[in-house]
């Protein structure tokens, strides 16, 4: 029957000695002092602090070493207090989830300009920019009053003009100039000529204060020009704005421009209306048949930059049916405060007004 002791045999000093049962006659081992050194194949007389317990096949021991590897990679799950849930790094993500203004530097993450503080758009450094841009007036964009973001296009980006830069009835069959001698000393605002051709060409211009702008007179011999008010061909005499010219008798005019060598193409002045500044003009043509006698194909009324002339750089505006009156709108560089016009057609009564409508 169990009892609280056993008996052993200590073969050392051959004597048997009482050992401790539990009720169930299960031996009580006191491992109190047994270290993991005292193991038979556990040789860790001296451990480290951090070694670990490493197999040393030699000899056939288990020894203390230091680890073989550093920390490998592993999930949340491994964490306990859980890093999500619980601990000084939950509390620091759940409070920048719950904040809708950073008021620190965060690590990049897609948000609107709501999540800043100061506000990109209204404070700090960026809004100094902004309103920096916003004051300019300068740039093909637009900025200040000519900026693209307010409600309309062409006051904005344009400055708006009106009025007719030309209007005329022309009955010459083009493309050839004007041209003739002066007869007589010139004053400063008239010119007589003699020895003409062409001369309908300039014909048939309205009253000078209809329209602004101004077909250049040119003095081939002098090398300088006038800018035409209105021409009278029944008394051969041009009216030119005032000039302080020496222009003389027998001297060479034409209104063949000096920058377009093709032939019929006359220079027209935007000086009175367009500053110096501007580059590109927007402007409209009406180029209609009075006669109302025949088609023709040729009629053309052509709109080309104040340069060299180009196939590529031609605005056209064709008349060609009986009657017809063509009106286009388009844009064209301004070089100079000038473009260069060219009428064709037949010997039909030609009606032509150019238009602005602004210019940036």
């Known amino acids: 029957m169990p009892g609280a002791l056993a008996w052993g045999y200590d073969t050392t000093n051959k004597v048997w000695l009482p050992v401790q049962v539990d009720s169930a006659g299960r031996l009580k081992v006191d ?48 964490h306990d207090p859980d890093f999500e849930g619980e601990g000084v790094a939950a509390t620091l993500v759940e409070t920048h989830r719950t904040t809708e203004v950073h008021i620190e530097p965060q690590p990049p993450a897609a948000h609107g300009n709501e999540a ?6 209204e404070e700090g450094v ?18 200040g009053t000519n900026v693209l973001l307010n409600s309309s296009l062409m006051t904005n980006l344009f400055t708006p003009i009106a009025g007719e830069i030309i209007r005329q009835s022309v009955t010459s069959k083009c493309p050839s100039p004007f041209s003739a001698l002066i007869n007589g000393t010139p004053n400063g605002t008239s010119v007589v000529y003699d020895g ?20 250049m007179l040119y003095n081939s011999t002098r ?23 020496t222009w003389a008798n027998n001297d060479a005019i034409t209104t063949q421009s000096q920058t377009n060598a093709e032939a019929g193409f006359i220079d027209v002045d935007l000086s009175a209306i ?22 023709d194909i040729a009629r053309q009324l052509i709109v080309h930059p104040y340069s060299a002339f180009d196939d590529g750089k031609r605005c056209f505006n064709y008349a060609a049916v009986i009657g017809q009156g063509s009106c286009i709108y388009f844009f064209i560089p301004v070089i100079s405060q000038k473009i260069t016009v060219q009428y064709r057609g037949t010997a039909n009564t030609m009606l032509i007004i150019l238009l602005a409508k602004g210019y940036y």
């Open 31 to 78: 491992m109190s002092a047994i270290n993991l050194d005292d193991l038979g194949d556990v040789s860790v007389a001296t451990p480290t602090d951090g070694y670990v317990l490493t197999y040393h096949a030699a000899s056939g021991l288990w020894i203390a070493a230091a680890p073989a590897g550093g920390m490998s990679v592993h999930g949340n799950e491994y």
């Open 274 to 295: 367009i500053p110096s500044t501007a580059t590109v003009l927007y402007m409209g043509s009406l180029y209609q048949d009075l006669d109302k006698t025949a088609y």
């Open 223 to 245: 090398s300088t020009y006038r800018k035409i008010v209105s021409v009278n061909i029944t008394t051969n005499t041009i009216t030119t704005e005032s000039s302080t010219d």
């Open 116 to 121: 800043h503080d100061p506000d990109f758009e």
């Open 196 to 215: 003409e051709t062409n001369e309908a060409s300039v014909a048939g211009l309205y009253s000078g204060a209809g329209y602004w702008g101004r077909i």
């Open 126 to 143: 960026a809004a100094s920019l902004v309103g920096t841009h916003a004051a300019l007036t300068t740039g093909v964009h637009g900025a």
